[in-house]
């Protein structure tokens, strides 16, 4: 089971990675202090269980627990926080657990047999492919693993840790097939909706779109700028 804890403070952290210790089926695949961190490791690597605090800056734990339900891959939530009235919410939201602050052993252990019980019960999630080629070589690439995608006049090149590659569907084919993964950010412009973290606005008032994996910020038209933003706004993405 890959774990990974998100709580803006060390100590927490550091606590709930000594409980694991414990678990052999346990590995702890980060440690992070906010929302978008968390966005970034779901996009980077696989997570099965996030332990997530309720509290924390920026983007608090049920409104990140919106926006995990959105992913490809959903990661099952524990909530632990050093407040009781958050729970009902905790649970409206799908989490499996909520764990009170300082964290007892017996009770993390009942939390990750809950876990166990839920992940031997759900169906795999079907994975996305999509056909690019490198060079002479046909690959298939999975459409978590993609940044960007980007049209030029002749061709759609796929974006990814690696580099670049070549694919033959056009971005609207792509969109027809993929539309409830993709977002439209610009009209030679789509990327997996789990990669999308945010916006930034340049002082000329164009809009880039933030992505987790890269630094690469492709640019939000005008036109697709409502909705990106209703995106990122809306529960469940």
Not at 4 to 32: F, K, M, Q, Y
Not at 37 to 58: F, H, K, N, S, Y
Not at 79 to 91: E, G, S
């Amino acid at each position: 089971m890959r774990v990974l804890i998100a709580d803006d403070e060390p100590l927490a952290r550091a606590r709930l990675a000594t409980l694991l210790a414990g678990a052999s089926d346990v590995e702890i695949v980060g440690s992070v202090a906010d929302g978008e961190a968390v966005l970034t490791a779901c996009a980077d690597r696989q997570v099965d269980l996030i332990l997530l605090d309720i509290e924390m800056p920026g983007m608090t734990g049920t409104a990140l627990a919106r926006r995990i339900a959105g992913l490809a891959q959903v990661p099952q939530i524990v909530f632990c926080t050093a407040y009781d009235q958050h729970a009902l919410h905790a649970f409206e939201l799908g989490a499996t657990d909520y764990l009170l602050k300082p964290v007892r052993p017996e009770r993390l252990a009942e939390a990750l047999d809950r876990v166990r019980e839920r992940r031997t019960a759900r169906p795999p999630a079907q994975e996305a492919w999509l056909r690019a080629r490198a060079g002479s070589e046909e690959v298939r690439v999975a459409l978590a693993d993609i940044h960007y995608l980007l049209a030029d006049e002749k061709y759609v090149a796929l974006h990814h840790a690696g580099g670049a590659w070549l694919i033959d569907e056009s971005l609207r084919q792509l969109e027809q097939a993929h539309g409830s993964r993709l977002v439209r950010l610009h009209r030679n412009c789509l990327v997996p909706r789990q990669r999308l973290l945010g916006l930034k606005t340049l002082a000329d008032g164009r809009v880039l779109a933030r992505l987790a994996g890269t630094e690469v910020m492709p640019e939000v038209s005008r036109r697709n700028l409502a909705t990106v933003r209703q995106l990122l706004r809306a529960p469940g993405v």
